[in-house]
């Protein structure tokens, strides 16, 4: 070695090198390491150290560095390197500063000059080497003291400089696009450089240029088309020459960006297909780099507009890559079927062989590769060949993130597909078993909420079924030793729920199961909760059925155990347990009916029944709750007064509305802003509020509103500095009815705002949906592309032929499943719930207002309001019921519909109305529609199983 | 664009790294003891590639291939072709090092540490492959070494270090 070039090196490094080499342990290494760089240290800072030994000990530096020890301190030794006037020391400087600094590090100041120096040197080689740190350390802020002298190298004589000028800017340009933007037409000359090396590097800067935006380039694939021609006939000297192929770089570089120009856009494709089909035909395939452009040509065809005779060819060099002993092209064999089964999905059919081979295969890289094709090839045909081969694989490999996962695909898939609830349970079981810690909790709930709401048949006994099933299955596994937390927790729920629905297990038996989970996973209090809660509603069930309790002895010692527990959940469960087991049957079955986990809980999230005992506070002179929102918000009064300018010139019918309130809020304001400068900031932001609100809630003009505004005002006005609209609450039932109305559209303003402009946008998304409808359809029974979507279709369109559910999960399910339907706006809603709504909300706003004084019907013109907003809002998790708090609008709705869901009578009453009043209306069946609307937003759930985005959290 | 070359041997110890995109050197010693720990536990004669999310990367792919006791391993990003870069691997590690050494082994990399990062800037500029042609490769390195050959005297290290460091 070092014979050729003579690099010199001295015998020290030599040994370093050497006892490096040999040393036994880490330890051992560091040891060495950390004497060397004290040597360093010392020998560095010398004075009159000689260059070439200066050059030696960066070299020696460097390699500490890369061994993973702290060399800064020679950092500054390196720079001054570069300023050295010979070749040498100056190449050695620069590449230790190139590899020791970043391009945000303090030092690169000092060497930006000595490059702009260098920049100019009449020594390409000088040029060269600054060219190098240039790409490299050039920063964002730096680039302008550079970039005069990079535009000027792009016409240098030599060639490797102009290659290398050109990958600068494009260095500049990725670091920061608008630094360069006027220099970009620089590529576009450079395609034209008579040095095909020189061409070929410009193909770089052009990708990206292409990728951001491919419409500015199309003009250039006639260009490319030819360039790409003029290669694979080998037009190019015969040094491009690699393994026989002409330039295979440069093809597979023009393969890319053709892909892109040609995506989608049948014309500039038509230009590439001759070149394409010659570059498959001239193709070696024996070697390497052959290989490496044919597959870029089948990337190509993929991705272009598609072309028979192309595609046919990209299947054949498929089979190829497929059938041959190496596992890379197999690799890449998969990778492109991948590609191409997007465009011409039977082909996939032709391989099933090779691709189930693949994933025999030892070689862990090809068989994820494989499994990643399966995924995407899924239908509801192969769902369980694939799904039992991924969870086989997820069982042997080890590598926690990969598990996860393949288990949440795995889930998703199952999901999707899932051709009986049988399969399902047994799959989700065997990855709940397996990769249980590993999954989303989401899952489980999900696993638990199919259970109890069963597939949306109204088939009562195959629902009854599953659960004896899940119970059984749970029931075996138990035995088997430490189960994933979140496995028993399901298993626990099941249990608890169902484990005695059918009368196959006593509940002795089921309760002794429960307390040996309890008591075998005594460290899990998540667990040990959901085995105390199934033990209650066991016990509950058993009393409601007039059956006697006969607690277990372990049982006992179990909830003496929780009794004293240090965790106050488990307290608290275990003190309910004990309540629960000393009340009587009647009292017991209205607590904890009997399957009834989906039954609705009402939550009356305004507090109403408190109504009655803050009345009599404030009647003891308390003051009254002023909710945050409204507390500290300084709100700029003449902004209101603006957009109550603004609401009223855009729509014509409200002008007059208008006229009153801002007199009214002209009047207040000025005691109200002085009051604000007088320290008193927390009531009157109130008043500005209120009467903004009230201009736009009443919005069709009438003078009930206005006169009830001027009242309710006056009222405020008297209690100054106190009251804000609660003290009206007070007056009398109906009144109150009414506020509780407006304070409701207040704090959804932004979405009372917005449907005011969708009833007005309404008969225009009438005339749209059609539109999307027959998007739709194309999506879903059209001679779509991939399976997987015509299949969701499918199954959601499979629930909607029953319509009307008294049990209300079920609908939920259908909601969960159109949303799955890749079109945003799930058809069957577009279908009968939301445009009849929002063609009838304006008409029932008259309604309202004349009828307001009566309780029913303002209910259920609010109900109708609140169902014109589904359109905007998603109605909250089931789970978040408990957990989250949903914010704003659907706040509301559930309250408001909470209270409307008992009575029929009232919805009745509202569909009919809604009939009457949208004659325009599609649907025939109206009113079932309406009801199953208000029923599925007043269930609250959202897209459940059936959903994909599910798991986006859990892929990452 | 190219992320990385790597050159380890056998046990792991890196012998030549070159990021092309910053990264802190905590993060480049993580990355190599990653690669080599998935590198060690493939079997023979299985496919080149290894899946970027073994090694905890976003975005990414590697391609290794394996001369006598070095591990050449290049990290690159989705816009790169993975058979045209093991064909890198194989005109960096093959035909280039071996025209320069004639034989090349371990040691030969570390104590041409810096031919080795000019041979890399040759062939890789800012993360692209500019250059294939191993002829122009080593007209560069040769000019270089000239203007080398021409400042320092005197060599240091005997004739061949593989001789008496035979591993």
């Given at each position: 070695?070092?014979?050729?070039?003579?690099?010199?090196?001295?015998?020290?490094?030599?040994?370093?090198?050497?006892?490096?080499?040999?040393?036994?342990?880490?330890?051992?290494?560091?040891?060495?390491?950390?004497?060397?760089?004290?040597?360093?240290?010392?020998?560095?800072?010398?004075?009159?150290?000689?260059?070439?030994?200066?050059?030696?000990?960066?070299?020696?530096?460097?390699?500490?560095?890369?061994?993973?020890?702290?060399?800064?301190?020679?950092?500054?030794?390196?720079?001054?390197?570069?300023?050295?006037?010979?070749?040498?020391?100056?190449?050695?400087?620069?590449?230790?500063?190139?590899?020791?600094?970043?391009?945000?590090?303090?030092?690169?100041?000092?060497?930006?000059?000595?490059?702009?120096?260098?920049?100019?040197?009449?020594?390409?080689?000088?040029?060269?080497?600054?060219?190098?740190?240039?790409?490299?350390?050039?920063?964002?802020?730096?680039?302008?003291?550079?970039?005069?002298?990079?535009?000027?190298?792009?016409?240098?004589?030599?060639?490797?400089?102009?290659?290398?000028?050109?990958?600068?800017?494009?260095?500049?340009?990725?670091?920061?696009?608008?630094?360069?933007?006027?220099?970009?037409?620089?590529?576009?000359?450079?395609?034209?450089?008579?040095?095909?090396?020189?061409?070929?590097?410009?193909?770089?800067?052009?990708?990206?240029?292409?990728?951001?935006?491919?419409?500015?380039?199309?003009?250039?694939?006639?260009?490319?088309?030819?360039?790409?021609?003029?290669?694979a006939?080998?037009?190019?000297?015969?040094?491009?020459?690699y393994h026989q192929m002409p330039?295979p770089f440069?093809q597979i570089?023009?393969l890319?960006?053709?892909?892109?120009?040609?995506?989608?856009?049948?014309?500039?494709?038509?230009?590439?297909?001759?070149?394409v089909?010659?570059i498959f035909r001239k193709c070696d395939s024996s070697s390497n780099i052959g290989n490496a452009v044919l597959y870029e040509c089948i990337c190509c065809v993929?991705?272009?507009?598609?072309?028979?005779?192309?595609?046919?060819s990209a299947a054949d060099a498929i089979s190829r890559f497929l059938k041959s002993d190496s596992h890379n092209l197999k690799y890449m064999g998969i990778d492109a079927l991948?590609r191409?089964?997007?465009?011409?999905?039977?082909?996939?059919?032709?391989?099933?062989?090779?691709?189930?081979?693949?994933?025999?295969?030892?070689?862990?890289?090809l068989?994820?590769?494989?499994?990643?094709?399966?995924?995407?090839?899924?239908?509801?045909?192969?769902?369980?060949?694939?799904?039992?081969?991924?969870?086989?694989?997820?069982?042997?490999?080890?590598?926690?993130?990969?598990?996860?996962?393949?288990?949440?695909?795995?889930?998703?898939?199952?999901?999707?597909?899932?051709?009986?609830?049988?399969?399902?349970?047994?799959?989700?079981?065997?990855?709940?078993?397996?990769?249980?810690?590993?999954?989303?909790?989401?899952?489980?709930?999900?696993?638990?909420?199919?259970?109890?709401?069963?597939?949306?048949?109204?088939?009562?006994?195959?629902?009854?079924?599953?659960?004896?099933?899940?119970?059984?299955?749970?029931?075996?596994?138990?035995?088997?030793?430490?189960?994933?937390?979140?496995?028993?927790?399901?298993?626990?729920?099941?249990?608890?729920?169902?484990?005695?629905?059918?009368?196959?297990?006593?509940?002795?038996?089921?309760?002794?199961?429960?307390?040996?989970?309890?008591?075998?996973?005594?460290?899990?209090?998540?667990?040990?909760?959901?085995?105390?809660?199934?033990?209650?509603?066991?016990?509950?069930?058993?009393?409601?059925?007039?059956?006697?309790?006969?607690?277990?002895?372990?049982?006992?010692?179990?909830?003496?155990?929780?009794?004293?527990?240090?965790?106050?959940?488990?307290?608290?469960?275990?003190?309910?347990?004990?309540?629960?087991?000393?009340?009587?049957?009647?009292?017991?079955?209205?607590?904890?009916?009997?399957?009834?986990?989906?039954?609705?809980?009402?939550?009356?999230?305004?507090?109403?029944?408190?109504?009655?005992?803050?009345?009599?506070?404030?009647?003891?002179?308390?003051?009254?709750?002023?909710?945050?929102?409204?507390?500290?918000?300084?709100?700029?009064?003449?902004?209101?007064?603006?957009?109550?300018?603004?609401?009223?010139?855009?729509?014509?019918?409200?002008?007059?509305?208008?006229?009153?309130?801002?007199?009214?809020?002209?009047?207040?304001?000025?005691?109200?802003?002085?009051?604000?400068?007088?320290?008193?900031?927390?009531?009157?932001?109130?008043?500005?509020?209120?009467?903004?609100?009230?201009?736009?809630?009443?919005?069709?003009?009438?003078?009930?509103?206005?006169?009830?505004?001027?009242?309710?005002?006056?009222?405020?006005?008297?209690?100054?500095?106190?009251?804000?609209?609660?003290?009206?609450?007070?007056?009398?039932?109906?009144?109150?009815?009414?506020?509780?109305?407006?304070?409701?559209?207040?704090?959804?303003?932004?979405?009372?705002?917005?449907?005011?402009?969708?009833?007005?946008?309404?008969?225009?998304?009438?005339?749209?949906?059609?539109?999307?409808?027959?998007?739709?359809?194309?999506?879903?029974?059209?001679?779509?592309?991939?399976?997987?979507?015509?299949?969701?279709?499918?199954?959601?369109?499979?629930?909607?032929?029953?319509?009307?559910?008294?049990?209300?999960?079920?609908?939920?399910?259908?909601?969960?499943?159109?949303?799955?339907?890749?079109?945003?706006?799930?058809?069957?809603?577009?279908?009968?719930?939301?445009?009849?709504?929002?063609?009838?909300?304006?008409?029932?706003?008259?309604?309202?207002?004349?009828?307001?004084?009566?309780?029913?019907?303002?209910?259920?013109?609010?109900?109708?309001?609140?169902?014109?907003?589904?359109?905007?809002?998603?109605?909250?998790?089931?789970?978040?019921?408990?957990?989250?708090?949903?914010?704003?609008?659907?706040?509301?709705?559930?309250?408001?519909?909470?209270?409307?869901?008992?009575?029929?009578?009232?919805?009745?009453?509202?569909?009919?109305?809604?009939?009457?009043?949208?004659?325009?209306?599609?649907?025939?069946?109206?009113?079932?529609?309406?009801?199953?609307?208000?029923?599925?937003?007043?269930?609250?759930?959202?897209?459940?199983?059936?959903?994909?985005?599910?798991?986006?959290?859990?892929?990452? | 664009?190219?992320?990385?070359?790597?050159?380890?041997?056998?046990?792991?110890?890196?012998?030549?790294?070159?990021?092309?995109?910053?990264?802190?050197?905590?993060?480049?010693?993580?990355?190599?003891?990653?690669?080599?720990?998935?590198?060690?536990?493939?079997?023979?004669?299985?496919s080149n590639f290894?899946?970027?999310?073994?090694?905890?990367?976003?975005?990414?792919?590697?391609v290794?291939n394996?001369?006598?006791?070095?591990?050449?391993?290049?990290?690159?990003?989705?816009?790169e072709n993975e058979l045209a870069m093991l064909d890198l691997i194989q005109l960096?590690?093959?035909?280039?090092?071996?025209?320069?050494?004639?034989?090349?082994?371990?040691?030969?990399?570390?104590?041409?540490?810096?031919?080795?990062?000019?041979?890399?800037?040759?062939?890789?500029?800012?993360?692209?492959?500019?250059?294939?042609?191993?002829?122009?490769?080593?007209?560069?390195?040769?000019?270089?070494?000239?203007?080398?050959?021409?400042?320092?005297?005197?060599?240091?290290?005997?004739?061949?270090?593989?001789?008496?460091?035979?591993?």
């Open positions: 070695m070092g014979s050729q070039g003579g690099f010199y090196q001295s015998k020290e490094f030599l040994d370093l090198v050497k006892s490096i080499g040999e040393a036994r342990s880490k330890a051992e290494e560091d040891r060495i390491v950390l004497s060397e760089i004290e040597t360093l240290k010392r020998r560095i800072s010398e004075p009159d150290t000689p260059k070439r030994k200066m050059k030696e000990y960066i070299i020696r530096l460097v390699y500490v560095e890369m061994l993973g020890h702290d060399a800064s301190f020679g950092y500054i030794h390196a720079v001054k390197m570069t300023h050295d006037d010979t070749l040498l020391v100056k190449r050695t400087g620069y590449l230790a500063v190139t590899l020791f600094l970043n391009e945000d590090h303090d030092l690169i100041i000092l060497i930006v000059n000595t490059i702009q120096k260098d920049l100019k040197s009449d020594n390409y080689l000088v040029v060269c080497v600054a060219l190098n740190a240039v790409c490299k350390l050039i920063n964002e802020e730096t680039i302008p003291a550079v970039l005069p002298q990079i535009v000027e190298l792009l016409a240098h004589p030599k060639e490797a400089v102009r290659k290398k000028a050109i990958m600068a800017l494009y260095r500049f340009y990725q670091k920061s696009p608008s630094s360069v933007s006027h220099l970009v037409s620089n590529f576009r000359k450079r395609l034209c450089d008579n040095d095909p090396g020189v061409m070929g590097a410009t193909l770089c800067p052009l990708f990206d240029l292409i990728t951001n935006d491919v419409n500015s380039y199309k003009d250039l694939v006639i260009s490319f088309v030819s360039i790409l021609k003029q290669v006939e080998r037009r190019l000297p015969k040094a491009y020459d330039a440069i570089k023009l890319k960006i053709l892909a892109l120009l040609g995506s989608g856009d049948k014309q500039a494709s038509e230009n590439m297909y001759t070149v089909g010659d993929s991705s272009i507009y598609p072309n028979p005779k192309l595609l046919e991948g191409l089964i997007k465009i011409s999905p039977e082909i996939a059919e032709q391989h099933q062989l090779a691709v189930i081979d693949c994933l025999e295969d030892p070689d862990d890289t068989k994820r590769k494989t499994f990643e094709l399966l995924y995407k090839m899924t239908k509801s045909t192969n769902v369980e060949v694939i799904v039992d081969r991924m969870i086989d694989y997820m069982i042997s490999i080890n590598d926690n993130h990969y598990k996860t996962e393949i288990a949440s695909r795995c889930v998703e898939l199952a999901e999707q597909f899932a051709p009986s609830n049988q399969w399902f349970i047994q799959t989700m079981n065997k990855v709940f078993e397996h990769a249980g810690d590993l999954v989303n909790i989401k899952v489980a709930h999900n696993l638990m909420r199919l259970i109890a709401e069963g597939f949306g048949e109204d088939d009562n006994t195959a629902d009854s079924q599953l659960r004896s099933s899940a119970v059984e299955s749970y029931l075996y596994i138990l035995g088997e030793p430490k189960l994933p937390s979140v496995f028993l927790q399901v298993i626990c729920w099941v249990l608890g729920e169902y484990g005695t629905a059918d009368g196959k297990y006593s509940a002795s038996y089921i309760t002794g199961k429960l307390c040996d989970v309890a008591e075998a996973y005594s460290n899990d209090e998540t667990v040990k909760a959901y085995a105390v809660t199934a033990l209650m509603k066991i016990y509950a069930f058993e009393i409601a059925a007039g059956r006697m309790v006969d607690m277990l002895p372990e049982c006992h010692s179990l909830m003496e155990e929780f009794l004293a527990s240090h965790s106050t959940d488990l307290q608290q469960r275990a003190y309910e347990l004990q309540a629960v087991i000393g009340l009587d049957a009647h009292a017991v079955e209205s607590i904890m009916p009997s399957d009834a986990s989906c039954e609705d809980i009402e939550v009356d999230k305004a507090l109403s029944f408190l109504n009655g005992y803050i009345q009599e506070s404030i009647e003891k002179g308390a003051q009254p709750y002023i909710p945050e929102s409204e507390r500290s918000g300084m709100l700029n009064i003449s902004n209101f007064r603006n957009q109550d300018h603004h609401e009223a010139s855009s729509h014509g019918l409200r002008f007059e509305a208008y006229e009153l309130p801002k007199q009214t809020v002209q009047a207040r304001i000025p005691p109200a802003s002085l009051a604000s400068t007088e320290l008193v900031p927390v009531p009157e932001p109130v008043y500005p509020r209120e009467s903004y609100q009230t201009t736009t809630v009443p919005s069709v003009s009438s003078d009930a509103a206005s006169t009830e505004l001027k009242l309710r005002l006056d009222g405020v006005q008297k209690k100054w500095g106190r009251q804000t609209h609660f003290p009206s609450t007070s007056t009398s039932n109906s009144t109150s009815q009414k506020t509780v109305n407006g304070i409701t559209q207040v704090d959804g303003s932004n979405t009372a705002n917005s449907r005011t402009r969708e009833t007005y946008d309404s008969r225009k998304q009438v005339e749209i949906s059609p539109e999307k409808q027959k998007l739709a359809a194309s999506l879903f029974g059209g001679p779509s592309k991939t399976e997987k979507k015509s299949a969701t279709g499918h199954k959601s369109s499979k629930p909607s032929s029953h319509m009307v559910k008294s049990h209300a999960p079920k609908s939920s399910m259908e909601v969960a499943s159109e949303k799955t339907s890749p079109v945003q706006q799930p058809p069957d809603l577009l279908d009968f719930g939301e445009p009849t709504v929002k063609s009838t909300a304006p008409s029932l706003d008259p309604f309202k207002d004349l009828e307001g004084l009566l309780e029913p019907t303002t209910q259920v013109s609010s109900a109708v309001n609140h169902s014109s907003t589904a359109a905007v809002t998603k109605s909250p998790d089931i789970m978040g019921l408990y957990t989250e708090t949903p914010a704003g609008a659907h706040h509301k709705d559930s309250d408001i519909l909470s209270g409307l869901s008992n009575s029929p009578m009232t919805n009745m009453v509202g569909g009919t109305t809604t009939m009457q009043v949208a004659q325009s209306s599609k649907s025939p069946n109206l009113k079932d529609s309406l009801e199953k609307d208000a029923l599925v937003r007043q269930m609250g759930v959202t897209p459940s199983s059936q959903n994909p985005n599910l798991f986006k959290d859990l892929l990452g | 664009m190219i992320k990385a070359v790597m050159v380890m041997n056998t046990q792991g110890k890196p012998r030549l790294a070159k990021f092309f995109d910053y990264l802190p050197v905590e993060k480049q010693q993580e990355l190599i003891r990653r690669v080599f720990g998935v590198l060690c536990s493939r079997p023979e004669n299985v290894i899946e970027a999310e073994l090694v905890r990367l976003q975005d990414s792919r590697l290794y394996h001369f006598a006791t070095l591990y050449f391993v290049v990290v690159f990003d989705s816009s960096l590690g093959q035909q280039t090092l071996e025209r320069c050494f004639k034989n090349v082994c371990e040691l030969d990399i570390v104590f041409n540490y810096s031919k080795i990062h000019t041979i890399l800037d040759e062939i890789i500029l800012g993360g692209q492959v500019l250059e294939t042609r191993s002829t122009e490769i080593m007209r560069a390195v040769e000019e270089i070494s000239k203007l080398e050959a021409a400042t320092n005297a005197i060599s240091f290290i005997p004739k061949s270090a593989s001789s008496w460091l035979s591993r």
